[in-house]
């Protein structure tokens, strides 16, 4: 059974960092998109990052690019989102999710597996 587990959300100053974690188990998931989307109240989620597995390609959000870094971690077998400069607009659940193909990365109906979901609040 596929189970995706996120980590590191929490409360940060606008202009700090988080680090969030995506824990994949369940299959082997190399060469599938795994991609981070988050979701503001009132809001549709989002496309954040995505990186293939095993491939080191990634895609970002206009809005994140620059300031966001997804990464593999090989050694804790994770996906990474590393979140510097935040702003009060990054408030969100922040969500993982897997696709086996990666075309139509922005869009969540195409994935396949999601995570319960990371809350990340930035304050002004």
């Known amino acids: 059974q596929v189970q995706l587990d996120e980590s590191g959300g929490g409360l940060v100053q606008a202009g700090g960092s988080l680090r969030l974690s995506c824990a994949a188990s369940g299959r082997n998931f190399s060469g599938y998109l795994m991609g981070w989307f988050r979701q503001a109240p009132g809001k549709e989620r989002e496309f954040v990052a995505a990186i293939i597995r095993g491939g080191g390609i990634t895609y970002y959000a206009d809005s994140v690019k620059g300031r966001f870094t997804i990464s593999e971690d090989n050694a804790k077998s994770t996906i990474d989102l590393q979140m510097n400069s935040l702003k009060p607009e990054d408030t969100a659940d922040y969500y993982c999710?897997?696709?086996?193909?990666?075309?139509?990365?922005?869009?969540?109906?195409?994935?396949?597996?999601w995570g319960q979901g990371t809350q990340v609040t930035v304050s002004s």
């Open positions: 999710a897997v696709k086996i193909r990666p075309t139509s990365y922005v869009l969540p109906r195409s994935y396949h597996y």
